[in-house]
């Protein structure tokens, strides 16, 4: 797994002229890293007698930012795979009828695959977002800028994620279900982006 190897390993291979990983894994890499900031927010906050008032939201925000970091990291994976059926998919025989209506098949089936990861991501990322303003309004002051880095960063992966969404729609033919996903990843996005906003604005207000 890509996670677990280090971190110029991916860089390389991403920079490579191999097919995976692609943006969807970089999606989830830099969500990672804002769920991950999040988590430093809240890791500086617990058990300090400043913020007594607020532990136990700030522990309800570290078990919700890790789940999620966690989550990220398994998509980093899991979007390479999904693409590899897909393009496995794609290299299936196309001589007769039978085989191409069977190709056929499997294409749709791999995209519809390949893009409900990159959704995921988004949705994962949104939920950051929503983590990054709490860690903003009742986090470590003196770490108050990770957590707008934190939904800077989530906010620019959902974004990355949504481009991989909507590459893949484009070849799919279910069109209830390209209308549903698109629908539903505008809605991540502008909520994403209002929550950006809110964070950027608390972070640079208590930065003076």
Known sequence: MYIEKPLVAFMDKLASKSPEPGGGSGSALVGALGAALVSMVGNLTSGKDKYASVQDRIEELLTSSEKARHELQDLIQKDTEVYGVLAEAFKMPRDTDEQKAERGRKIQDALLGATQVPQEIGERCLDICKLALTAAEIGNVGAVS????????????????????????????????????????????????DLKRTVVKITYEKLG
């Open 146 to 193: 990770d957590a707008g880095v934190g939904a800077l960063m989530a906010e620019a992966a959902a974004q990355c994620a949504a481009l991989n969404v909507k590459i893949n729609l484009g070849s799919i033919e279910d069109k209830e279900f390209c209308d549903r996903t698109w629908s539903r990843v505008q809605e991540i996005l502008a909520e994403a982006a």
